[in-house]
């Protein structure tokens, strides 16, 4: 299972921008979907996280200005970032976890993205 996470930029405070995670594989379930950033000299955050359910979660720091969602058809998780902080700067991270076929056997996997980076400039 491979993720790709794209879409990041550099928008001025007040902006929007809307971030992408593609998955490739035989993925048979995904369990949890989620977002987390990492800012320079900062741990990595939890941002959002929708379940199998269809249940959302977003850190209180982005709450009613993020939005995190998917498309199943296409295998994409998205992140819609409304009324963009210049403390919002940093590396985003998209991560699921779930079951995939091999060919043989179902398995577990815990994938994580490459990251893209979103600028806010003030």
């Known amino acids: 299972v491979q993720l790709q996470a794209f879409g990041g930029g550099l928008v001025p405070a007040g902006g929007s921008l809307r971030i992408s995670c593609v998955a490739s594989g035989s993925i048979t379930v995904v369990n949890v979907m989620d977002w987390y950033r990492q800012a320079p000299g900062k741990e990595r955050e939890l941002v959002a996280t929708?379940?199998?359910?269809?249940?959302?979660n977003h850190a209180d720091s982005v709450k009613d200005r993020f939005t995190i969602s998917r498309d199943n058809a296409k295998n994409t998780l998205y992140l819609q970032m409304n009324s963009l902080k210049s403390e919002d700067t940093a590396v985003y991270y998209c991560?699921?976890?779930?079951?995939?076929?091999?060919?043989?056997?179902?398995?577990?996997?815990?994938?994580w993205g490459q990251g893209t980076q979103v600028t806010v400039s003030s």
């Open positions: 929708l379940s199998r359910d269809g249940i959302t």
């Open positions: 991560h699921q976890r779930g079951t995939y076929f091999d060919g043989t056997y179902y398995r577990a996997f815990d994938a």
